[in-house]
C-alpha cells in the first residue's frame, strides 16, 4: 500500500488558499499548529485562484485524507510532472452535479476581447501574474502534487480545476522547468470573481 505523510501544519496552511469557508475551530487551531497569527490564516483565504467548493470539503485536513482514501480505492499511481508526483483525480457528474471546486484558471485564448482588454498585472508569491474579473467555471477534478521521501509520499500542494506547473520563480525552478512555467503562465490568466 502506497505510503503517504501526514498533512503537516504547513502543507495545510499552504492549501488554504483554495478554500473560503472553513469552520472558526479548525482556523484557531490551524493557527497554532503552524505558528500563525489568525489574520494571517484568514489572508490565506483570500488568495484569489480555485477553490473548493464547501459541500465537498470542509478543511484542507479532511481533504487531503479524503484525497489519500480516493487514491488508494482507485489504485492510482503518481505521473512524474514538473518536479513533483501528479496524482491527478476526477469526480462524476453525477456525484458532483455543481462540481468540486471553481476553476480559477484560464487560458488566454480563451477569453473574450472585452476581457482581455481588462487583464491586469499582480504580484503572487513574488511573480508577476496576469488577472482578469470574470466568472470562475466549475471543476470536477483535483491535482495532488507530491514529492517522494523514504517515509512515503510528502504532499506539496492540492488544487481544483486545471493543472498549472508553479509559478516562473527562478529562486524556485531552474532550466526546463523554469521555461516551462514560462510558457504556461505567458498563456493563462488567475480569473477574480
Not at 477553490?51 to 470542509?58: C, D, L, M, R, V
Request: net charge neutral; aromatic share 12%; proline share 7%.
Amino acid at each position: 500500500m502506497m505510503k503517504f505523510k501526514p498533512a503537516s501544519p504547513e502543507f495545510q496552511f499552504h492549501i488554504l488558499r483554495h478554500f473560503r469557508h472553513c469552520t472558526e475551530e479548525y482556523l484557531q487551531d490551524l493557527a497554532i499548529k503552524a505558528n500563525k497569527d489568525l489574520s494571517e490564516i484568514k489572508n490565506q483565504m483570500e488568495i484569489k485562484g480555485s477553490y473548493f467548493h464547501p459541500a465537498f470539503t470542509g478543511n484542507p485536513a479532511s481533504l487531503y485524507d479524503f484525497v489519500i482514501s480516493e487514491i488508494r480505492k482507485r489504485k492510482l499511481h503518481p505521473k512524474q510532472q514538473d518536479n513533483s508526483l501528479h496524482f491527478r483525480l476526477i469526480f462524476s457528474e453525477s456525484e458532483y452535479p455543481h462540481g468540486i471546486g471553481s476553476d480559477g484558471l484560464c487560458a488566454l485564448s480563451d477569453l473574450s476581447d472585452d476581457e482581455k482588454q481588462n487583464i491586469y498585472w499582480s504580484d503572487r508569491a513574488g511573480t508577476r501574474v496576469m488577472m482578469v474579473q470574470s466568472k470562475m467555471h466549475p471543476s470536477r477534478q483535483l491535482h495532488l502534487l507530491c514529492n517522494k521521501t523514504k517515509e512515503g509520499y510528502e504532499p506539496l500542494t492540492i488544487f481544483p480545476g486545471t493543472y498549472a506547473p508553479p509559478l516562473p520563480n527562478p529562486k524556485y525552478l531552474e532550466g526546463e522547468n523554469l521555461q516551462n512555467a514560462k510558457d504556461f503562465w505567458n498563456q493563462h490568466v488567475f480569473i477574480v470573481e
